[in-house]
């Protein structure tokens, strides 16, 4: 079920009430991920290595884990993550498994990307949704959610 946050929560008790574990993933994102990264105009795919800054402030990809001009957007900018049929990936490339796919939003362009494992998909979902309820009001998915919509 999506929740906000509730009457008498923080931001933070909400997102722990849906995501025990959204600590621990946005650690994991701290670290990095390697996704592909879909250019929707075109559909091209490119092996991206996806992490966000040690203080959560930065969502960053490159092309390689240590890259030193990776291009950077401030989570405080983002305002929502979609996952599967609803992220843009899958009419952009209709080869691509709408399960694994997700597209991250701010204000004025979306960031595409396909996961290669449930696992994967599922703790950068969750994670970049946590992060963006730290500074947006956006419907949280639970993993049971998340999982709910695996065909």
């Known amino acids: 079920t999506a929740s906000g946050s509730g009457a008498g929560f ?4 909400s997102i722990e009430r849906v995501d025990p574990k959204w600590r621990l993933r946005v650690e994991a994102l701290q670290h990095g991920c390697a996704l592909t990264k879909v250019t ?10 996806l992490r ?15 890259d030193i001009n990776p ?13 599967g049929s609803q992220s843009n990936v899958p009419s952009a490339l209709p080869g691509a498994q709408p399960w694994l796919c997700f597209s ?7 960031y595409d990307f396909i996961a290669p494992s449930d696992d994967l998909l599922i703790n950068t979902v969750l994670a970049i949704q946590a992060l963006i309820a730290q500074h947006h009001p956006i419907a949280l998915l639970s993993e049971h959610d998340l999982l709910a919509r695996k065909p």
Do not use: I, M
Request: glycine share 2%.
């Open 104 to 110: 991250v939003f701010d204000d004025k362009k979306s």
């Open 40 to 49: 929707l105009s075109d559909g091209a795919k490119q092996h991206k290595w």
């Open 52 to 66: 966000v800054s040690s203080d959560s402030a930065t969502l960053k990809y490159s092309n390689k884990p240590n």
């Open 71 to 83: 291009t950077t957007v401030r989570v405080k900018e983002l305002v929502n993550v979609l996952h």
């Open 10 to 13: 923080s931001v933070q008790q």
